[in-house]
C-alpha cells in the first residue's frame, strides 16, 4: 500500500474534478474530497486492492456526495439557482458561462447513470474500466453507455 500523503498528491485533482462534476460547486466538492481522504485513512483497512486507488477513492466520494445530497437537497437547488442568475462583467465570461449552462442542460435530459458515465470518462479521465468498477457494472457497459449518451446529447444539438 502506497503512503497516504502521496495518495493524497497523486488523486486529490481526480476526486475533486469528478465531486465537481457531481455538485457543480468548487466549494462543496473540497470539503467532500477533503472527507473523501479522511474516510480512506479511516478505511485504509477495509482496502482489498480488488480496483485501483483512484475508482475506489471516486466510490467513496460518491457515497459521501448521495449523503450530502439528501441531507441538503433544498440548499443545492437554492444555490444552484442563485448561481445561474449572477452575472459576470466580461462577454466571454458570460458566453462561456452559457454555454456551460446549455451543456448541463442537455447532459441533465439524460438518466441519471449516462449522465455520471459521461462525467467520468471526460472530467475524472477515468478508463471504461474504472467507471465500470465504481458504478458496479461491466466495462462493456460503461463503454455502451458513454457511446449512446454522447449520440444523444448530437440529436439534442440536431434538435
Known sequence: MQDMEQIYKQYFETVNKYLFCLTHNSDISEELTQ???YRAVKKIGTYR???K???WLCQIAKNLWYDYYRKNKKAIKEDNILEMS???TTEEQVIAREEKILVYQKMQKLDKETREV???RITGELS???IATILNKTENWARVT????KNKLKENDLK
Do not use: A, H, M, Q
Request: aromatic share 22%.
Open 53 to 55: 486507488i483512484p475508482v
Open 128 to 130: 471504461f474500466k474504472e
Open 118 to 120: 459521461i462525467y467520468l
Open 86 to 88: 449572477s452575472v459576470d
Open 49 to 51: 486492492g480488488d480496483c
Open 146 to 149: 458513454f457511446y449512446r449518451g
Open 35 to 37: 472527507e473523501t481522504f
